[in-house]
């Protein structure tokens, strides 16, 4: 009996003096020199957190950066004039018209030249200084070799094969998700892609380019500078397209008026000669032939030029990301840390993002949150050291009270800093159990001891 009352006053005893014991709190009332001041996290004292100064730190460029597409755009270069010489006219001439075509919308091709006008704010003088300097310079976006054009804070915008009302919504779009004011006007300054060569008995041999409204036979002729044929009876108008050669005469072209108004399409080659200049005429476009597959052919070339340019700078990037990621694995990059310790379901640190603040909220949940059955939810803490070097041991404690659910919105605006520690303390019963698992084996071991003896 006596046995049993002493150990229990020993039990007691350690229980009361902490020897069995000792848990981390925070108190105000330290027996170091640190200087402790807890303050409640309320929404005015968040705020009063969140004003320390901060800069999160940043990804390095190259996380910023794309291949792009290439140095710029490719051509094939200057071609050779077209070679001119006389033949035997033949005795007749057979009328061979091409196949009807359906007028479709102008679909931007890769060469024209994009104007894209947006409003300006200002007096009506500095409103119509803008508009003359516009209608002046003409200033506009290129369509390139990939068919994008590239628009300022926008980036490239592949427009080739839209017609202007597509393109105008894909730059709408582009627009708004750049939080760019998608108020603009778009028109082409430029037709380049689609074209019609016209040549042989004419003022000016020329080539025309299809616009926006259809191209037709004698508005092609018109932009040549006009007929120059003196014999009409043994002069023919060839258009060669797609492989085919079609022909009308001269005199049935003046007399029907159907035959005049042929549209033209992309590619087209125009030529007017007299009957003994057929070998001229089949020359000529036996060169219009070798002249497109000389630009196909270095079209091909420079694309490969282009995707190997491409290939190799998406080679670059990607193996300065692979290396930097590999680096920061490793640890040797700088990082910012907060620290979770206490009644948390795993003492560790927490990486703070690049380029963005975290909160209290995310430092805590990324780890699992705080265990209830341990954790005392009422006496979470953020410590964080003063700023100030002369008070080297001055720190805060912010105490969230999360044992009101409302306040735990708090910890998602309540901004970390580098070196912050959130901790959180354990429940009074929590400390009580601890006690108990550590004096039971002393109990246990005396009371056998006793009864042995």
Do not use: H
Not at 142 to 148: A, L
């Amino acid at each position: 009996m006596i046995r049993t009352l002493l150990v229990t006053l020993i039990f007691f005893g350690l229980s009361a003096c902490g020897v069995a014991y000792n848990s981390p709190s925070v108190n105000s009332f330290a027996s170091t020199d640190a200087k402790v001041r807890v303050l409640p996290v309320t929404p005015e004292s968040v705020l009063v957190a969140n004003r320390s100064d901060y800069s999160p730190k940043t990804l390095p460029a190259v996380f910023f950066q794309t291949a792009g597409t290439g140095s710029g755009p490719r051509g094939a270069g200057a071609v050779p004039n077209s070679v001119l010489d006389q033949r035997v006219k033949p005795q007749s001439m057979d009328t061979r018209l091409p196949p009807p075509t359906t007028p479709q919308p102008y679909q931007i091709g890769i060469g024209d030249v994009i104007l894209l006008a947006t409003p300006q704010a200002g007096s009506t003088v500095e409103q119509l200084t803008g508009l003359l300097a516009a209608s002046n310079s003409r200033q506009g976006y290129t369509v390139q070799d990939d068919g994008s054009i590239s628009i300022p804070n926008v980036g490239r915008v592949v427009v080739s094969g839209m017609t202007l009302e597509s393109a105008e919504a894909e730059l709408f779009q582009r627009l708004v998700e750049n939080q760019i004011d998608p108020t603009f006007s778009l028109e082409i300054a430029e037709f380049n892609s689609k074209k019609v060569s016209i040549g042989g008995a004419v003022s000016n041999p020329t080539v025309a380019p299809i616009s926006l409204t259809p191209l037709y036979l004698d508005e092609a002729l018109a932009a040549a500078g006009g007929i120059t044929v003196t014999d009409q009876d043994y002069a023919s108008v060839r258009i060669y397209r797609d492989g085919s050669l079609y022909q009308i005469p001269l005199n049935e072209l003046y007399s029907k008026r159907g035959l005049q108004r042929i549209p033209l399409i992309d590619g087209d080659s125009v030529f007017v000669d007299t009957a003994y200049e057929l070998d001229l005429a089949q020359a000529y476009f036996a060169e219009q032939i070798q002249i497109a597959q000389f630009r196909q052919q270095a079209r091909i070339a420079a694309l490969n030029e282009l995707n190997a340019e491409v290939s190799i700078r998406r080679g670059a990037l990607s193996e300065a990301r692979d290396n930097y990621m590999t680096r920061l694995e490793l640890d040797s990059v700088g990082r910012d840390y907060v620290y979770l310790a206490g009644e948390v379901s795993k003492q560790s640190r927490f990486a703070l993002p690049f380029g963005n603040t975290a909160s209290l909220a995310d430092a805590l949940y990324s780890q699992g949150g705080v265990p209830t059955t341990t954790g005392n939810v009422s006496k979470i803490y953020v410590l964080r050291g003063s700023p100030d070097p002369r008070e080297f041991s001055a720190l805060t404690a912010w105490q969230l009270d999360g044992s009101n659910a409302a306040n735990l919105l708090l910890a998602t605006r309540f901004e970390l800093r580098p070196n912050d520690v959130i901790f959180v303390a354990e429940q009074p019963i929590t400390r009580w159990n601890r006690v108990i698992n550590q004096i039971t084996p002393t109990i246990i071991n005396t009371t056998v001891a006793a009864a042995t003896n």
